[in-house]
């Protein structure tokens, strides 16, 4: 059953599902959040991160980057025990690391979401590559949930789902891509 089918109306899932899935992001922040919950849903339900969502945002300063990367071992231990999010050693190893490579990104880039523009578009086992190279604890899911829900992949709603033209009016990087002619899309 899809996300479409079964979010509309729940506490949690419908606003997610009608107002950020698949909808492009921009703001580093914003997308460091997106990747740290992601994360941190492997192995768990999507349910469990969206109700532990605020507390993550507390935990975390916000998902401000430059805090985050500079976290040391007294953050650290801090997170690690916090009830109010998941305390998972490489989880939090990961988010505070893939802070700091953000923050890396962004002095070639200038952003993370230009960085992310920079590398589309790529196939979804490309990305998966290059997420694996440039972050931890990036795999296939993770890297696949990430880029659908910030709109750098199709497939987050179904057509025939009335949030899926919102999606198309926000132009999502995988829409332009559709509207480019064909010689100027990168195959792989």
């Given at each position: 059953m899809s996300y479409c089918a079964i979010a509309p109306g729940h506490p949690y899932h419908g606003p997610y599902h009608d107002k950020e899935y698949g909808f492009p992001l921009r703001d580093d922040g914003a997308l460091f959040e997106r990747l740290v919950l992601e994360i941190n849903q492997a192995g768990l339900s999507w349910l469990t991160i969206l109700k532990k969502r605020e507390a993550f945002r507390a935990?975390?300063?916000?998902?401000?980057?430059?805090?985050?990367?500079?976290?040391?071992?007294r953050e650290r231990a801090r997170l690690l025990r916090d009830a109010g999010i998941i305390r998972n050693r490489l989880k939090v190893d990961a988010a505070i690391e893939n802070a700091r490579r953000i923050a890396a990104l962004r002095d070639g880039h200038g952003s993370f979401a230009a960085w992310l523009d920079a590398h589309h578009p790529l196939g979804r086992a490309a990305w998966v590559k290059?997420?694996?190279?440039?972050?931890?604890?990036?795999?296939?899911?993770?890297?696949?949930?990430?880029?659908?829900?910030?709109?750098?992949?199709?497939?987050?709603?179904?057509?025939?789902?009335?949030?899926?033209?919102?999606?198309?009016?926000?132009?999502?990087?995988?829409?332009?891509?559709?509207r480019r002619p064909v010689e100027h899309v990168r195959q792989l």
């Open positions: 935990a975390y300063d916000r998902f401000d980057v430059d805090r985050v990367a500079g976290y040391g071992r290059l997420f694996k190279e440039t972050f931890r604890f990036t795999g296939g899911e993770i890297t696949g949930e990430f880029l659908l829900s910030t709109g750098y992949l199709p497939g987050a709603h179904a057509r025939t789902c009335p949030v899926y033209r919102r999606v198309l009016k926000a132009n999502p990087p995988w829409a332009a891509v559709r």
